[in-house]
């Protein structure tokens, strides 16, 4: 088991130094970051000498070791628009998106995991095709219009909510949180619920599929033949099968719900690193793309990481291959 | 003569189609006794499954009973509410499945699964529960039943699975139990092993035991009574050892012609039945056997045979109706 976990461990690693690579190539390939920093009337002596200064000079293996290094350090350089440490403005921003992803998240799986339950358990009454047909709606529909149609509905007509920014927060350390004031929940409620409906239409498909399909199983049949009570069946066995491949994708779109906040959080102007990154695109700041890039990565790669774990506790039969290896 | 265990009357399973109902049973009428193995045997599709399924109340939509009566032990059970039912799915009616590999829950321990079937049928707590689980094993003849009640499912073979379905079958000491093809998916010795293995059970317990199957080699071992099923109706149905030796019914015939003996002449054919049984939408007017007999006569083809005893068996065919013959003659 420690074995396995530390080979995963291990794999992973080299993903981080592969996407370190791609990473670091975006600064040899997106311009040059000179002409992005000094003004136009800088003269060519100015601009060697900022070069020579941000060590642009040196050769390509020796600035990658140093950017290697330092990234291993969470140290991404400068950052060419804000002339602020680069880590310093992610560690500003990571618990506005960090926040937003985990309530996008909760949100999709209790709701996905309840209405696909629902839907596959009664799958012929009429609530549950209404929801299989809401739910391709949820599937379809782009996020950004989902958000600016929630703004209108909710803010601009009704005023029930802020239609930006994150309201009041609170301070702990470094971080800030929006879940402890009035404001700021009021300000989670719409990003959340746009950056969740697409995982919570998916995980609802999902759960439903899968359930339809284990209740077709021998071992439900048997266990219905046994006398167990419905409960039973649905709850504790055919749930607990169902949740194995939901555990997979769920971890995963955990992931990509902090790759699709840079959307919703455009659209909410949600001050997260979503946001940064989409200022980082538009003015060429480097820095920021390339640390975002491995933060995410970095993200995705742990939660891969807990998901395999995760899936040997639930499934005994993955521990036994664990335990055996090839 | 006391109450059979089990007592089908006259059922009928219907099947709703676009086309209108299939009917996949017909008219099935059979007993078993206490302590009595009857075997089922007929091609795929003549209803054996079904029939099972029926006695257990595991009938799914879009299928249904539409007619006829079940009774266990006397008492009317084909009518039961839902949760009726479940009550007596398990601890009065027993069901093994086919495939020993998917009957068992994956991620459960096999002992907490006999603990969740003993605790729902019988007032027992957790401790108790635990060690009749250990002595069901060791009954079914696992080996260390104290360690391997800690098990997952596929750290056993399959031959110690269909064990461990047979000790979750028995559990709440059935007096039915209906084994649908229980030894079709395991190796030739398993097979035996576990064919002898419910024998003993029924024995020793007095259960009762529909024994679904198309291996007649399993019938002749195990069985007490056979019923030989065809197109949804028993086309024979007596002792073992008279259905097997004096096949009365066409079809019984050709079926046990078609079993290779080791002592026979090598050369000589076996029998074989031309044709394929009817499609359940296409089941043919009096007797579903006549396009495929070879001593089908008018009436075979107008008139659906009614169960006629001869000796000690019952059979569905035109050919015995004697006393029809003579009153026409």
Not at chain 2, 51 to 74: C, H
Request: glycine residues 8%; contains cysteine.
């Amino acid at each position: 088991m420690l074995a396995f976990i530390l080979r995963r461990a291990l794999q992973s690693i080299g993903v981080m130094i592969a996407v370190g690579i791609i990473a670091f190539t975006m600064f040899r390939f997106a311009g040059d970051p000179v002409n992005q920093m000094v003004a136009i009337d800088t003269t060519p002596a100015q601009r060697a000498e900022v070069r020579a200064s941000l060590g642009l000079d040196d050769p390509v293996p020796v600035q990658f070791a140093r950017y290697f290094i330092n990234a291993v350090q969470f140290k991404f350089g400068v950052s060419y628009q804000f002339r602020q440490p680069v880590s310093a403005l992610l560690k500003e921003r990571m618990p506005a998106t960090l926040e937003l992803a985990t309530c996008a998240t909760v949100i999709a799986m209790v709701f996905g995991i309840l209405m696909g339950i629902y839907s596959a358990l009664r799958k012929d009454s009429f609530f549950a095709k209404v929801l299989q047909a809401v739910s391709l709606i949820g599937i379809s529909l782009p996020t950004f219009l989902i958000g600016i149609l929630l703004i209108y509905l909710f803010a601009v007509t009704l005023g029930w909510l802020p239609s930006f920014g994150r309201g009041d927060v609170v301070k702990f350390g470094w971080w800030t949180t929006g879940l402890l004031t009035i404001s700021g929940l009021k300000a989670l409620i719409m990003p959340s619920v746009t950056l969740g409906l697409f995982q919570m239409t998916l995980i609802m498909r999902l759960v439903r599929a899968e359930m339809l399909e284990v209740l077709r199983t021998d071992y439900i049949r048997f266990a219905r033949a046994r006398g167990l009570t419905t409960r039973a069946i649905h709850f504790g066995h055919a749930l607990k099968n169902t949740l194995v491949p939901v555990i997979t994708v769920a971890g995963l779109q955990f992931g990509s719900v902090i790759a699709f906040a840079i959307i919703t959080e455009t659209v909410f102007q949600w001050p997260g690193m979503g946001l940064l990154f989409v200022q980082a695109v538009q003015n060429v700041d480097i820095p920021i793309m390339a640390a975002y890039l491995l933060v995410v990565s970095l993200i995705f790669v742990t939660i891969n990481l807990i998901v395999d774990i995760l899936y040997t506790v639930v499934d005994p039969r993955l521990r036994a291959t664990i335990n055996r290896p090839a | 003569m006391s109450v059979p265990v089990l007592s089908v009357r006259n059922l009928r399973v219907e099947f709703a189609s676009r086309r209108g109902a299939l009917r996949a049973i017909d008219g099935v009428s059979f007993d078993i006794a206490k302590g009595e193995v009857l075997g089922v045997v007929g091609e795929s599709g003549a209803g054996k499954s079904v029939t099972g399924l029926a006695a257990i109340g595991l009938i799914d939509p879009p299928g249904r009973i539409a007619g006829g009566e079940i009774l266990l032990s006397g008492l009317r059970i084909d009518n039961l509410p839902a949760e009726a039912m479940r009550r007596i799915r398990g601890k009065r009616i027993a069901m093994i499945f086919q495939d020993p590999l998917t009957s068992l829950n994956p991620l459960y321990r096999i002992g907490d699964q006999l603990v969740e079937t003993i605790r729902t049928h019988l007032n027992m707590n957790e401790t108790q529960a635990r060690k009749r689980a250990v002595d069901l094993l060791a009954e079914v003849g696992i080996p260390a039943p104290d360690k391997r009640v800690d098990a997952y499912p596929h750290e056993f073979s399959g031959g110690m699975r269909q064990r461990v379905v047979i000790a979750l079958a028995i559990a709440a000491e059935p007096e039915l139990i209906i084994a649908d093809e229980p030894t079709t998916a395991l190796d030739v010795s398993v097979q035996a092993q576990i064919i002898a293995l419910i024998k003993r059970l029924g024995r020793d317990h007095g259960t009762a035991v529909m024994l679904v199957t198309h291996d007649m080699g399993v019938i002749a071992e195990t069985s007490d009574r056979v019923a030989v099923m065809y197109s949804g109706r028993i086309a024979e149905i007596g002792p073992v050892r008279d259905v097997v030796q004096n096949p009365l019914h066409p079809y019984a015939k050709g079926l046990m012609g078609a079993i290779p003996t080791l002592t026979g002449d090598a050369s000589q054919r076996l029998v074989q039945i031309p044709g394929s049984m009817p499609r359940l939408s296409a089941i043919p007017q009096g007797c579903a056997f006549n396009p495929r007999c070879s001593f089908a006569f008018d009436r075979c083809r107008a008139e659906r045979p009614e169960p006629i005893a001869v000796g000690a068996q019952q059979v569905a065919c035109h050919l015995y109706d004697h006393a029809h013959a003579e009153s026409a003659a």
